[in-house]
T-cell receptor
Framework: GAVVSQHPSRVICKSGTSVKIECRSLDFQATTMFWYRQFPKQSLMLMAT?????????EQGVEKDKFLINHASLTLSTLTVTSAHPEDSSFYIC????????????FGPGTRLTVL | GENVEQHPSTLSVQEGDSAVIKCTYS??????FPWYKQELGKRPQLIIDIRSNVGEKKDQRIAVTLNKTAKHFSLHITETQPEDSAVYFC?????????FGAGTTVTVRA
């Protein structure tokens, strides 16, 4: 149980375009999901907390108009990187609580974004 | 916010030896401390966790200790094997938010 999926696993796009990443909880309902960014050889940095049916909460320094988050259902959250630039190239990972534990987060497999 | 420091940044051990990674946290309100293992290009995988009402927890070759007074916690891996080679992250949680350490790259030499 507690499986989180992400799609796509890899995406390459041109500078200035937008990219949407999906995060799904496959076998449980997730009222709260999290989006992280991880640069090479660095740690995971929390970008935002995605709450089903309400606006996301962004961490300090994360541009909410650039990283659009939508959590329209209990099993799906999306992250859209708008007007992507090469510096947005990174590994984006989502996570979710399984609804049984208030602590344990389960991570998706990540999405490797490369902006040319 | 919470600040988690992790040491060492790299650790090389001989197969069969033990590996120890240490983390400190800043906010005494943190109450949940998971450890994740991440292989290159893969998702972080939870390997063990401990809550603030427990001082030690063990799962086969892996153990975690927590000292709330000193605000530090440690991961111990015994009888290391080549498949233990990976990046290990500690984290501390207040409520729903996880703050991660910088990571430790563990290399197990055969």
């Amino acid at each position: 149980g507690a499986v989180v999926s992400q799609h796509p696993s890899r995406v390459i796009c041109k500078s200035g375009t937008s990219v949407k990443i999906e995060c799904r909880s496959l076998d449980f309902q997730a009222t709260t999901m999290f989006w992280y960014r991880q640069f090479p050889k660095q740690s995971l940095m929390l970008m935002a907390t995605s709450n089903e049916g309400s606006k996301a909460t962004y961490e300090q320094g994360v541009e909410k108009d650039k990283f659009l988050i939508n959590h329209a259902s209990l099993t799906l959250s999306t992250l859209t990187v708008t007007s992507a630039h090469p510096e947005d190239s990174s590994f984006y990972i989502c996570s979710a609580y399984d609804g049984k534990s208030t602590d344990t987060q389960y991570f998706g497999p990540g999405t490797r974004l490369t902006v040319l | 916010g919470e600040n988690v420091e992790q040491h060492p940044s790299t650790l090389s051990v001989q197969e069969g030896d033990s590996a120890v990674i240490k983390c400190t946290y800043s906010d005494s309100a943190s109450n949940y401390f998971p450890w994740y293992k991440q292989e290159l290009g893969k998702r972080p995988q939870l390997i063990i966790d401990i809550r603030s009402n427990v001082g030690e927890k063990k799962d086969q070759r892996i153990a975690v200790t927590l000292n709330k007074t000193a605000k530090h916690f440690s991961l111990h891996i015994t009888e290391t094997q080549p498949e233990d080679s990976a990046v290990y992250f500690c984290a501390a949680s207040i409520g729903y938010k996880l703050s991660f350490g910088a990571g430790t790259t563990v290399t197990v030499r055969a």
